[in-house]
């Protein structure tokens, strides 16, 4: 890293917004994912000016750049797989708008998802996309990995939430997408942009849709002493067009864990809860909770509880989003996995989980959003153990492979990164990445922002960006 | 040997001459805004569709795909027209899985055909677009029409999941899958939407499907003026019930639409009263939930003090539903030269919307309003004849709703107009900033620009 940069990045930002010690960029090397890699410095705009005119110097100074939200990014999105400088957006978090009578917020990118709930909650609205690690994650972060989240069964992922973007491309031009309305004449661009992985451009403003909070909602908690009556449930849930806005599970093993550490009220001893949430006109909520309660009746739950108040509800949905930190009292590190399939296909999905995690030694639970169906297996392992972690690289390879067999695909909601892009060609054709990359380059064409995501190293975007010592590193060793 | 016949020759040695017309009377009815392409090809496949588009790139040929050809008249006239590409040919259901609600469907499926094998296993696309006797899924897609339950459902954006293509190297492309949630790769499907056939052939789509409503109803309520209408959406939007479709008509609109209702009833049409606003809401769910929403809205309409409201049982609902959904199709030709602007405003707030009917009082137009759902207003001017006098007068009028719905922080298309307004007006309006980044799309997915061109934003 040639020291003028440094320079030059401390008179444009302040020393105050730049690091450059080891012993501060260390902090940076991780995100939620077992990977890690370190930048070379880090830097903390404050406008999107700021953003620009970092670009401009990275473009000068031929260095990869890579953007962070706040890292709580599980396919290693936000790690500086190619060294460079890294622009953290924790200091662009103000909300610049809220059009209420629209149902628009315009924010920065640093803003905390639940904080833009909070900022309009007392219109009786909220933002919808509600990713369990919602009180830390950041809206760039959720744009650039289209995040989904529990209620996303219903009111959709990220992408059908946001109308407008503003850009900034690598060589610091700045641009604008979409429109507060949503709709503008000519290619959807904010689509495109959106689930890009911070490989496209960076994003400095958010327009995003709010959603007015429904008129009732209903949480039933049904416990199943056989995963499978669990899964078939929520199979004919889904195949008997009920739409609940959530409908999530949780393995027996995965509740024990949830309960030493939450006490949210899940049974231990039970095989497997499904949490489903049922919202809108209070004549519909009856209906679907009935219909709801008969489907879990009909796969021989043992017993399905109602949430009586708010108080009952958020201690269920605390147990729900609170369900890592637990897991993590129980080995030194877990793996959270993320594939989707077919809905039809749940039950012999789980089976198959488990016999993955058997031939490997592991256990591995699940607490997922089961409504779409977007598994997330948990392998607990002891990274000190090289062969652990080893195999927990293979048993969850073998897991997505199973996935993508099944007609599902590699990731739901977390993204390729550099988790997954060695497994890309299980979906995707040589002409597909031949396009892929083509989009790519006509935005990014050095690949100087965010070198080594999403593509396979083998049929990446020109030049590839990756200092070797930086791959695929477990996090924890 | 014509050039057209020499054409042709050369694509039957490709294709066989089954798959090929070079006949004028049916190049005839593939003219858009009076292009006539040099010959019509038919493939049966996608890798037929592929071989076209090499055939197109080897010799230099520009491609415009057609389903049914129900909106051809959309956007601007090809700069060149080779080919015209009949998708019908492709029209199968590639894979249905009715208990995870996806589905997975060739191109030239029509509508009608896909809407009555899902509502045998009880589901449906929520795509309500005009023509939709005869509209294929795909053009329906890429025409980027609006469906009439766009604001109960979204627009394709959020249901279409994933699709296969032809790029412009000739390749056949996929993105997306066959699940209902999935972030692997970019979603380029997302940018097929109302691309009108200017980035790729679109072979295949996959949605996610929605189960039918148990009941459906309407209502019709009538105001004045204007403002009475509008105050009446404003609460019905406050009120937060869940509608599927809300619609303002303003006095020209309603008796066109009576006009058209009479055909079929005579006695509903004469139930709309053409010198009033009218507000027709749509509304579905349970046998306890629509009920509640009629009641509901009642009370809302005598609160707003409407000169009428009338709930409609669920065959009247369908019947008004039905015409308002084919709006696009019969005020095109409700007069023998149309301008329909198509208009997206973050909100229709009164003021704007007398605006733009000062803009036709101002140029002694006729004028039509019909406020949609999801902030979608279609104005309609309608002239006797193609003369200079009215062609000059709609020209006019074109700037000024371009220059209003950008003040308004929104923005006009003109989705359909006499051809000869073409040669005079961009139908896409002002250029925007971001037209830079589409022709950075349109080069990546079509290098050589053989797909439709020049009949996209931008002269893309
Ligand atoms: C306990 C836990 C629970 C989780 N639950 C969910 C869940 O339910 N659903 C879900 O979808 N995810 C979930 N995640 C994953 C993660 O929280 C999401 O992916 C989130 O969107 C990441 O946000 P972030 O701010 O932490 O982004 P980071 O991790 O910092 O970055 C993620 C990606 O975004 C890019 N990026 C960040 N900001 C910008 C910007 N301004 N412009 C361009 N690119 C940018 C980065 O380069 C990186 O590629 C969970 C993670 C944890 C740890």
């Known amino acids: ?477 | 040997m014509t050039a057209t016949a020499n054409l042709a020759t050369r694509l039957e040695s490709v294709l066989g001459a089954h798959r090929v017309v070079a006949a004028e009377p049916e190049l005839r009815e593939y003219a858009i805004d009076g292009m006539v392409p040099g010959a019509i090809v038919r493939p049966a496949s996608a890798q037929e569709a592929a071989e076209v588009a090499r055939f197109a790139i080897t010799e230099k040929l520009a491609i415009v795909a057609s389903g049914s050809r129900s909106k051809l008249d959309l956007g601007m006239p090809p700069a060149r027209y080779d080919l015209a590409l009949d998708m019908t040919g492709l029209h199968e259901i590639a894979h249905f899985d009715p208990g995870d609600l996806t589905l997975s469907v060739d191109a030239g499926m029509p509508l009608r055909q896909l809407a009555r094998m899902l509502a045998e296993k009880g589901q449906f696309l929520p795509l309500a677009v005009p023509c939709c006797e005869t509209s294929t899924v795909a053009g329906a897609l890429a025409s980027g029409i609006d469906s009439t339950l766009r604001k109960q459902y979204g627009t394709p954006r959020d249901f279409l999941i994933g699709a296969e293509f032809v790029d412009g190297k000739g390749a056949l492309c996929k993105s997306g899958g066959r699940v209902v949630k999935n972030v692997t790769g970019y979603d380029l499907h997302k940018l097929l939407i109302g691309s009108l056939g200017t980035l790729a052939l679109i072979t295949r789509l996959n949605f996610r499907t929605f189960t039918l409503p148990q009941a459906h109803g309407g209502q019709v309520a009538c105001f004045s003026n204007l403002e009475g209408a509008s105050a009446y959406r404003d609460a019905i939007e406050k009120s937060g019930l869940p509608l599927a479709n809300l619609e303002t008509l303003s006095p020209e609109m309603v008796a066109q639409t009576a006009a058209v209702l009479r055909e079929t009833s005579a006695e509903f049409a004469g139930r709309l009263d053409p010198a009033k606003w009218c507000v027709y809401a749509s509304f579905e769910g349970n046998e306890a939930v629509v009920p509640r929403i009629a009641r509901d809205l009642q009370k809302l309409a005598n609160e707003a003090a409407a000169a009428g409201s009338e709930i409609l049982d669920a065959a009247s609902d369908a019947h008004l539903g039905g015409i308002l959904r084919e709006a696009f199709d019969w005020l095109r030709w409700a007069s023998p030269a149309v301008a329909l602007f198509r208009i997206a405003l973050p909100q229709s707030n009164p003021g704007d919307l007398a605006n733009l009917l000062r803009v036709a009082q101002d140029s002694s137009l006729r004028a039509a309003l019909l406020v949609r759902a999801a902030g979608i207003v279609h104005f309609t001017l309608f002239v006797e004849s193609e003369n200079e006098s009215a062609l000059h007068a709609l020209e006019n009028a074109a700037a000024r709703v371009f220059s209003l719905a950008g003040a308004g922080h929104g923005h006009a298309t003109l989705l359909h107009a006499p051809s000869k307004l073409k040669s005079r007006v961009n139908v896409w309006g002002p250029n925007r900033a971001d037209l830079g980044m589409m022709r950075h799309v349109k080069h990546s997915f079509d290098p050589r620009n053989i797909f439709a061109p020049g009949r996209f934003v931008g002269g893309i």
């Open chain 1, 1 to 477: 890293m040639p020291a003028s940069l440094l320079r030059e990045l401390n008179s444009l930002l302040g020393p105050s917004n730049v690091l450059h010690k080891i012993e501060d960029l260390v902090l940076y090397e991780y995100d939620g994912s077992v990977e890690k890699a370190r930048p070379d410095l880090v830097v903390f705009p404050h406008t999107t000016e700021d953003v620009s005119r970092i670009l401009k110097l990275a473009t000068k100074y031929n260095v990869p750049i890579v953007g962070r939200g706040s890292g709580t990014g599980l396919s290693g999105g936000a790690l500086a797989r190619g060294g460079g400088t890294m622009i953290v957006f924790a200091r662009m978090n103000r909300i610049l708008e809220l059009d209420l009578e629209n149902a628009r917020a315009v924010v920065q990118p640093g803003v905390v998802n639940l904080d833009i709930t909070r900022a309009v909650e007392h219109a009786g609205l909220y933002f919808a996309p509600d990713p369990s690690s919602q009180k830390s994650c950041t809206i760039g972060g959720n744009v650039a990995e289209n995040a989904g989240g529990p209620h996303t069964l219903a009111y959709g992922v990220t992408v059908n939430h946001v109308t407008a973007l503003e850009l900034v491309l690598p060589d610091g031009e700045i641009v604008r997408v979409g429109s507060k309305h949503g709709d503008t004449p000519g290619y959807d661009l904010c689509g495109l942009f959106v689930g890009s992985e911070g490989t496209l451009a960076l994003v400095t403003e958010i327009t995003v849709k709010l959603t007015r909070k429904a008129e009732a909602v209903k949480t039933l908690l049904a416990i199943f002493d056989a995963v499978d009556d669990a899964s078939n449930t929520v199979a004919e849930i889904t195949a008997r067009g009920i739409t609940p806005a959530a409908c999530e599970m949780v393995d027996g093993w995965t509740l024990c864990a949830i309960e030493d550490y939450i006490h949210a009220g899940f049974p231990r001893d039970s095989a497997a809860i499904l949490l489903v949430e049922v919202e809108g006109l209070r004549e519909a909520v009856e209906a679907q909770a009935a219909a709801v309660e008969d489907v879990c009746r009909t796969h021989h739950a043992r017993e399905v509880r109602i949430a009586r108040d708010d108080r009952e509800r958020d201690l269920l949905w605390k147990g729900r989003k609170n369900a890592f930190g637990a897991l993590g009292r129980l080995a030194p590190s877990n793996y959270v996995l993320d594939g989707v399939i077919p809905r039809s296909k749940l039950p012999q999905a789980l089976q198959q989980i488990q016999s993955i995690g058997k031939k490997y030694g592991f256990s591995i639970g699940n607490i997922f959003h089961a409504g779409d169906g977007n598994l997330h297996p948990i392998v607990l392992y002891d990274p000190r153990d090289p062969q652990q972690f080893e195999n927990a690289i293979a048993a969850s390879r073998e897991i997505i492979r199973y996935c993508v067999e099944l007609g599902g695909a590699l990731t739901g909601e977390h993204g390729v990164g550099m988790e997954k892009n060695e497994l890309m060609p299980l979906l995707f054709s040589d002409a597909d990445f031949d396009l892929m990359r083509r989009v790519h380059d006509a935005f990014n064409p050095d690949s100087s922002l965010n070198p080594g995501k999403i593509f396979p190293l083998s049929k990446g975007c020109g030049e590839i960006r990756v200092r070797k010592q930086a791959e695929t590193l477990p996090a924890h060793v």
